[in-house]
Each structure stands twice: as C-alpha cells, then as structure tokens.
C-alpha cells in the first residue's frame, strides 16, 4: 500500500498571501495524483489532476507540481474561500486507493 | 451534467450490516468508461477508500474492508451499492459515492454524502 504523507497538519496564512502545502508518497506514484478541497459540511471538491492539471472552473491561483514522490499544491493570494482541508490521493497503484491526512489551511 | 445521491439508514446497530445507495442521474452508470467508488470519512476525521465497481460488476475493495464489504451494481436502476457488515462505532463516518474515470481514477463529481451512525 502506498501512504501519502500532508504536511503541515495545519497551516496559517493571511488573506492576500501564498500557501504551500506538501505531499510526499512512500514510493513513485509518477504523475498520478489528485489534489481535493473540502469545506465544512461539504463532500471533497476535485482541483487537479495528473499532479498539475486543474479541473474545469477551477482558479487560476491553484497549481500542482510534483512528480514522483513529492508533490507541491500552491494557492496565491489567498482568498476568504481558500480556507478549508485540502487532501491528496494517489491513484498510480490500486487497491487500495489512498489519500493524505489532509492540510487544514486556516486564517492567520 | 451528472449528480450522485447517496441514501439509506442514518442509524445502524454495532453487529448489524450498512447498506447505502448511490443513485446517477445525468449520466448512465453502464458507461464503459467510469468506475463508481464508495468513500468514507469518520467524523473530523480523513478520507478513506472503501471500494469501487465497474458497470459489469467487477469490483475492487480496499484490503483493510474487504472482509466485511460489497458493492454491486443494478444498471436497470442506475444506482450502486455498498453493504458492510459486522459493523462497530468504528464505522460511524459520512459515506461518499463518487465517479472515477476508468483511465485515471481520481474521484469526481462526489455525492454530498450520508452521515451513518452506528449505535444501539
């Protein structure tokens, strides 16, 4: 089983600035990871893909990077709507499918 | 644009088995090109993948459930579902259905999910 590693458990940013959170994988899952957004109450929210590729309607203020196993997501200039639990799942070896802790990025 | 719907008992007793439904509308589950996955997340807690099928019945279970889980599918109804049984407190979670391209597996669209609590 792959585990995919989120850090930091918590992030603190203010509004206007850049967020960077990190996901690492206990081996290769090459480009083949996703990157959700949750907010309370909500089900998860697919952003990107394949590492780097957003999803439809998705701002331009979010990007992936990564390959491997060390995965990057980034969010400039933070908006109030940014702030939430943001997860990563790899889907390059399955069963079982997995998914990171989760990164709470919350309002400094 | 396609909608899952999750629905079942909210409230199930420890040694009892869960059954949920996910129901497709606007698009059709017999699609060759999509599995349909089961997700759950204990309350303030991660996500974890519990399985998913394909429209001609073949399914993939997440080891640590798969003693105690299956999903099947009822193409004339265009729904899926999840049993799990021998149920304890542990399974309380809210449980997720989801779309996964066949090609690249990631999870999208979600249901909006179905709080089970398993208590006596």
């Known amino acids: 089983e792959i585990v995919m590693t989120q850090s930091p458990a918590t992030l603190s940013v203010s509004p206007g600035e850049r967020a960077t959170l990190s996901c690492r994988a206990s081996?290769?899952?090459?480009?083949?990871l996703a990157w959700y957004q949750q907010k309370p109450g909500q089900a998860p929210r697919l952003l990107i893909h394949?590492?780097?590729t957003r999803v439809t309607g998705i701002p331009a203020r979010f990007s992936g990077s990564g390959s491997g196993t060390e995965f990057t997501l980034s969010i400039s200039s933070l908006q109030s709507e940014d702030f939430a639990v943001y997860y990563c799942?790899?889907?390059?070896?399955?069963?079982?499918?997995?998914f990171g802790q989760g990164t709470r990025l919350e309002i400094k | 644009q396609v909608q899952l719907q999750e629905s079942g008992p909210g409230l199930v007793k420890p040694s009892e088995t869960l059954s949920l439904s996910c129901t497709v509308s606007?698009?059709?589950?017999?699609?060759?090109?999509?599995?349909w996955g089961w997700i759950r997340q204990p309350p303030g807690k991660g996500l974890e993948w519990i399985g998913s099928?394909?429209?001609?019945?073949?399914?993939y279970y997440n080891p640590s459930l798969r003693s105690r889980v299956t999903i099947s599918i009822d193409t004339s109804k265009n729904l899926f579902s999840l049993k799990l049984s021998s149920v304890t407190a542990a399974d309380t979670a809210a449980y997720y259905c989801?779309?996964?391209?066949?090609?690249?597996?990631?999870?999208?669209?979600w249901g909006q999910g179905a709080l089970v609590t398993v208590a006596s």
């Open positions: 394949g590492a780097s």
């Open positions: 099928v394909y429209y001609v019945g073949s399914t």
């Open positions: 081996q290769s899952v090459s480009s083949n």
């Open positions: 606007g698009d059709s589950i017999s699609s060759n090109i999509y599995y």
């Open positions: 799942q790899q889907y390059n070896s399955w069963p079982p499918i997995t």
């Open positions: 989801a779309r996964q391209a066949r090609s690249n597996p990631w999870f999208d669209p």
